[in-house]
């Protein structure tokens, strides 16, 4: 009994360990030369695994709700943090749930799962890519390589999707799929920097601003907002709010709807308490100029454009302060407006939105619906979720049920 698992990310590990420990014969392709590249830089290179929030609340940050329940109800967080631990890969838990490797080195986990692969006896292919699937009369099996045809009993597609093509995410998972008659719901960044029209002053690059507040707009209307942190990197918008809206943000861009990012400095203050903070700041800094009371409101590095934004000089006595500037300057720090009209693209997108349609997929097992003896696991699914853990945590499920049913069904 052989299974072929091609793609050697978190999913695809999973699927081969669990088909291993069923008593499969596993081989397992990997086109680059190491195993789990992705893995390797999540969490900014410490290794964030997975989400300690609860089943429900884990549910929700993902963009179906319904497909994944028998997948986390299999392989929860807890299952993934207990399987990691008993590799002795220490982990904990930091804000917001956040599960990272405790030496803060991700490669430490990749590197314990490439000991627990040759443990199992997985036959591993690593810098061996796959060039097609061989499907006859709706039958999947096997796979050809480098030109080679491999016969496999069963075989578990998980090659990731689009983003960070570096890693290995190339995408020929989804043309193999597709090939087969599956129906691939468009791809799209997905956790990426969002790009405005206006070209970012240098003195904003790498400005990290915390406790602000982020919303996103489509044609006008506010769509959704998030709080906590921001950074300009690169003439974009950055860090965990932005990579949150981007979600919502890319599609409606790339069909044509006007798409705007409204930055509030300051959520804490209401409109009228904003006015009175600065209204006693002109009293303490009446002998002083804009700049300075500007200064006092929010980082050196923002001052500068935030008042160019507003139509503002800097060098302004704030004697000569009138109530309608006094209002662009609240305004101003209130809703900063960024026309969005391009993202970071495939390179700097954490994760792909969209992937084969989960419709022709069976959740309780990861068979395809058209194609006999062919399942998925991970990214290749339209299935993606805020930063924080969680895409990993759905690589792995997804993995494990693809694994064990392949395995258990021959």
Same mark, same amino acid.
């Given at each position: 009994?052989?299974?072929?698992?091609?793609?050697?990310?978190?999913?695809?590990?999973?699927?081969?360990?669990?088909?291993?420990?069923?008593?499969?014969?596993?081989? =397992?392709?990997?086109?680059?030369? #190491?195993?789990?590249?992705?893995?390797?830089?999540?969490?900014?290179?410490? /290794?964030?695994?997975?989400? +300690?929030?609860?089943?429900?609340?884990?549910?929700?940050?993902?963009? !179906?709700?319904?497909?994944?329940?028998?997948?986390?109800?299999?392989?929860? *967080?807890?299952?993934? &943090?207990?399987?990691?631990?008993?590799?002795?890969?220490?982990?904990?838990?930091?804000?917001?749930? #956040?599960?990272?490797?405790?030496?803060?080195?991700?490669?430490? $986990?990749?590197?314990?799962?490439?000991?627990?692969?040759? +443990?199992?006896?997985?036959?591993?292919?690593?810098?061996?890519?796959?060039?097609? %699937?061989?499907?006859?009369?709706?039958?999947?099996?096997?796979?050809? +390589?480098?030109?080679?045809?491999?016969?496999?009993?069963?075989?578990?597609?998980?090659?990731?999707?689009?983003?960070?093509?570096?890693?290995?995410?190339?995408?020929? /998972?989804?043309?193999?799929?597709?090939?087969?008659?599956?129906?691939?719901?468009?791809?799209?960044?997905?956790?990426?920097?969002?790009?405005?029209?206006?070209? %970012?002053?240098?003195?904003?690059? *790498?400005?990290?601003?915390?406790? &602000? +507040?982020?919303?996103?707009?489509?044609?006008?209307?506010? !769509?959704?907002?998030?709080?906590?942190?921001?950074?300009?990197?690169?003439?974009?918008?950055?860090?965990?709010?932005?990579?949150?809206?981007?979600?919502? $943000?890319?599609?409606?861009?790339?069909?044509?709807?006007?798409?705007?990012?409204? &930055?509030?400095?300051?959520?804490?203050?209401?409109?009228?308490?904003?006015? *009175?903070?600065?209204? #006693? @700041?002109?009293?303490?800094?009446?002998?002083?100029?804009?700049?300075?009371?500007?200064?006092?409101?929010?980082?050196?590095?923002?001052?500068?454009?935030?008042?160019?934004?507003?139509?503002?000089?800097?060098?302004?006595?704030?004697?000569? =302060?009138?109530? @309608?500037?006094?209002?662009?300057?609240?305004? &101003? =720090?209130?809703?900063?407006?960024?026309?969005?009209?391009?993202?970071?693209?495939?390179?700097?997108?954490?994760?792909?939105?969209? /992937?084969?349609?989960?419709?022709?997929?069976?959740?309780?097992?990861?068979?395809?619906? =058209?194609?006999?003896?062919?399942?998925?696991?991970?990214?290749?699914?339209?299935?993606?979720?805020?930063?924080?853990?969680?895409?990993?945590?759905?690589?792995?499920?997804?993995?494990?049920?693809?694994?064990?049913?392949?395995?258990?069904?021959?």
């Amino acid at each position: 009994m052989k299974i072929a698992v091609i793609g050697a990310g978190p999913a695809g590990i999973m699927a081969s360990l669990q088909a291993a420990q069923a008593g499969a014969n596993v081989s =397992l392709f990997e086109s680059k030369p #190491r195993i789990a590249l992705k893995l390797g830089i999540s969490g900014k290179g410490r /290794g964030n695994i997975t989400n +300690s929030c609860s089943f429900k609340d884990f549910l929700n940050h993902f963009n !179906d709700k319904r497909f994944l329940k028998y997948a986390f109800k299999s392989f929860s *967080n807890t299952s993934l &943090i207990a399987f990691f631990e008993n590799m002795g890969v220490k982990l904990e838990e930091e804000r917001g749930g #956040r599960v990272f490797v405790a030496s803060g080195r991700a490669i430490d $986990a990749v590197n314990a799962l490439y000991r627990k692969l040759n +443990s199992e006896k997985i036959e591993l292919f690593l810098a061996t890519p796959v060039d097609s %699937l061989i499907i006859e009369k709706g039958v999947c099996k096997g796979l050809i +390589s480098k030109g080679k045809k491999i016969l496999a009993d069963k075989v578990v597609l998980a090659t990731g999707g689009i983003s960070y093509p570096q890693t290995g995410s190339t995408g020929d /998972g989804l043309k193999f799929a597709t090939l087969a008659g599956h129906t691939l719901q468009k791809p799209y960044p997905s956790l990426v920097a969002l790009k405005p029209a206006e070209l %970012l002053s240098e003195e904003l690059e *790498n400005l990290n601003l915390i406790n &602000i +507040s982020a919303s996103l707009w489509l044609n006008g209307r506010k !769509d959704s907002e998030e709080q906590g942190e921001m950074l300009f990197r690169d003439g974009m918008l950055d860090g965990p709010v932005i990579l949150k809206l981007s979600r919502k $943000a890319v599609k409606p861009l790339f069909e044509g709807i006007k798409t705007e990012i409204v &930055i509030d400095f300051k959520p804490a203050l209401s409109y009228e308490k904003l006015d *009175n903070r600065i209204l #006693r @700041d002109i009293e303490k800094k009446k002998t002083s100029n804009l700049y300075d009371l500007a200064r006092g409101l929010v980082p050196a590095a923002l001052v500068n454009f935030l008042l160019q934004k507003a139509g503002l000089s800097p060098k302004l006595n704030l004697s000569d =302060l009138k109530a @309608d500037n006094r209002k662009k300057l609240r305004n &101003i =720090l209130k809703e900063m407006r960024f026309e969005i009209t391009d993202c970071g693209g495939w390179d700097r997108a954490i994760v792909t939105s969209g /992937g084969i349609s989960l419709r022709e997929v069976t959740p309780e097992t990861m068979e395809s619906k =058209l194609i006999e003896n062919l399942y998925f696991a991970g990214e290749i699914l339209d299935i993606d979720a805020d930063t924080g853990g969680y895409n990993l945590q759905a690589a792995f499920s997804t993995g494990y049920v693809a694994g064990k049913s392949a395995s258990t069904l021959l």
